[in-house]
């Protein structure tokens, strides 16, 4: 057996690169995927041959315009782009920002891709779905558990959308009491990401910031000066984006409520907290979890995502529906009443999202939720640790432990050497290593944000750390080699002008066709 020798300290990487066209270029008229067999006499005779039961005013007239490409071209074509990309499973992820990524578990895409869950459809009779409407039920009545509120809605499909949804059960409410014009006021923190006063800012509120005290915690006199008979709700994330733990929460909620204000929860960052503590005793009358990133589900840009939201009884008839109930042994669709803010998207939200989250919440118990958050609360502060004795890296705001994420700054190193967290980045991928820089809110000069989960060994820690160490050092000694990079990567550095040219880029066939004339078909 051969022994393979590194002697450098960190991954000797290079990027598999191919000229590989993009998808619409490989359509060749003729060519066929799969062509499905005709139906056999025998099968035919006694069920028909498929067709034929069809109305013809539903029969199509014409093939549809697709691009034709032969199987086995198709199947090298993404192979080949993924060997192009950094995805979640090919490299230590812990640099992706704010965004939590984790290890999903191969056992549980297995279970969401059994026939039962792949042709599943929104439109089946209830009698058809008891399986999947008990496993709705049981997540709800875990999320109870973990947050301490009372009710959950997984039809939400991203954070943001969640966020949206709790701004706007924070009008109907006042609304139902007669206050909706009165409160027009939504109070969040600087360090709070953006989504939190956006959504508020969609729903017509005015946002009032409260910015951080002498030890960089939110400023609570500040909050005491801002609540008024206009306050309609307090938002906030905690630990907030920065990596920031108020460990006075439940203060700042008991002023809010104090003045008739509603205060809900941002959960994104929940890794270090499951098990700990919860929204209920925290204060709190609404939150959110993201399960697809939290509870060990693909993040997939919040489009088969959830934002599972959760509220106090007294917000329960607000919620989005339908809501699935139990009814003795039987589980139902329980429709919207009248104070209900309607549908948020269509349908129940994303049933294979929902038995991901389960199975992984019932695959580790109570105890292993508590040990997730310990593990990647001593993650995060092995890496803080470590970080902060790297050249040029520091740490802004409040000193001390953090939670599972920090959002750290290399402003030393730029007024030192020149090199930015952007030049950083691309340095990263010559190692197979991924590190962002969208970091809002923008508090931070130079950001990189780290969230190391629990998913990561200390191995997988270590060359994260040693690759920004090297990086480092390549700064202050040739930081040209920085600035250079990427140099073992696909591509050497992203023009993305072409991004917000509508003619320079097409999403289907029919544009494509379009905007090229056809030249191949």
């Avoid at 969640?162 to 059960?169: C, N, V």
Wanted: include cysteine.
């Amino acid at each position: 057996m051969k022994r393979i020798a590194r002697e450098h300290t960190v991954r000797n990487f290079h990027q598999a690169k191919w000229d590989e066209p993009i998808i619409f270029e490989l359509h060749k008229q003729g060519e066929r995927g799969v062509e499905a067999p005709q139906a056999e006499s025998a099968i035919e005779a006694a069920v028909g041959d498929g067709i034929s039961v069809i109305p013809d005013s539903m029969m199509r007239t014409e093939p549809p315009a697709l691009p034709e490409i032969g199987q086995a071209k198709v199947l090298r074509h993404y192979l080949r782009l993924s060997q192009e990309t950094m995805g979640s499973d090919f490299n230590v992820e812990i640099g992706q920002g704010t965004c939590t990524m984790k290890y999903i578990p191969r056992v549980n895409e297995m279970m969401i891709r059994t026939p039962k869950m792949m042709d599943l459809h929104p439109l089946q009779h209830v009698d058809d779905v008891q399986g999947i409407l008990e496993v709705y039920h049981r997540l709800d009545l875990a999320m109870r558990e973990i947050s301490g509120l009372d009710r959950f809605s997984f039809q939400p499909s991203s954070g943001t959308q969640a966020l949206l949804t709790m701004a706007s059960i924070v009008r109907a409410y006042h609304e139902s009491r007669g206050e909706g014009e009165q409160r027009n006021e939504i109070i969040t923190t600087m360090f709070s990401h953006p989504s939190q006063a956006a959504t508020a800012v969609v729903k017509g509120y005015k946002i009032i910031t409260v910015q951080p005290d002498a030890d960089g915690f939110p400023d609570i006199e500040q909050l005491k000066r801002a609540v008024s008979f206009r306050t309609a709700g307090f938002v906030v994330a905690n630990p907030e984006d920065t990596g920031i733990f108020n460990p006075r929460i439940r203060e700042f909620t008991d002023i809010v409520h104090a003045a008739g204000g509603i205060c809900y929860y941002d959960q994104a960052n929940a890794n270090g907290l499951l098990g700990v503590t919860r929204a209920k005793e925290a204060g709190f009358d609404m939150c959110f979890f993201n399960l697809h990133k939290t509870f060990a589900a693909p993040h997939m840009c919040g489009g088969p995502a959830t934002g599972a939201l959760g509220v106090t009884e007294a917000l329960a008839p607000f919620l989005p529906g339908p809501v699935v109930s139990r009814s003795g042994e039987r589980y139902e669709l329980q429709e919207p009443g009248e104070l209900s803010i309607g549908k948020v998207r269509s349908f129940h939200g994303v049933a294979q999202t929902v038995l991901r989250s389960y199975a992984w919440i019932r695959s580790l118990g109570a105890e292993g939720l508590l040990n997730v958050a310990q593990v990647a609360v001593l993650n995060n502060n092995y890496l803080y640790h470590k970080i902060l004795q790297i050249p040029g890296a520091s740490a802004p705001y409040i000193k001390g432990n953090r939670l599972e994420q920090v959002r750290y700054s290399w402003q030393k190193m730029t007024e030192d050497t020149g090199v930015t967290t952007e030049d950083v980045t691309r340095r990263m991928c010559d190692f197979g290593l991924h590190y962002w820089t969208s970091h809002h809110p923008y508090v931070v000069p130079q950001p990189f944000t780290l969230e190391p989960t629990e998913s990561y060994s200390k191995e997988d820690l270590d060359e994260y750390i040693q690759a920004l160490a090297q990086i480092s050092k390549e700064a202050y000694s040739e930081p040209e080699t920085v600035k250079n990079a990427p140099t073992r990567s696909t591509v050497h550095r992203i023009d993305d002008s072409s991004f917000d040219d509508p003619a320079k880029w097409c999403i289907t066939w029919r544009t494509y066709l379009k905007k090229t004339a056809s030249p191949q078909a």
